[in-house]
């Protein structure tokens, strides 16, 4: 394994930690993020950048979705649409482009 490849498993792995909280002790992201990285192999974080850079031209557009109905509550959640925004923020950055 290469030192890039160890930087991108282990930052990887960090973001799908942080991405993975479960504050509330639901159980449902431990479940879903084990089948998402058995399917991928590896991070999650790192497999959909990896995908986006290779998929994504200057110029397309891009929808990023969220939300879910908490049924017992039969509110919306909220956290999704600001973390959404921050992503789309942070992807149109002129910081965020590459060399």
Known sequence: MTQQELTLRNLGQSLDDLANLDPRGYGVCKILYDASRKYTGGPTCVNAALKLTQTVKEGDIVYIMTGFVLRPYKKAEMDGIVSA??????????????P
């Not at 925004?85 to 590459?98: D, I, N, T, V, Y």
């Open 85 to 98: 925004a921050l992503l789309c923020r942070g992807w149109s950055s002129p910081s965020a482009q590459s």
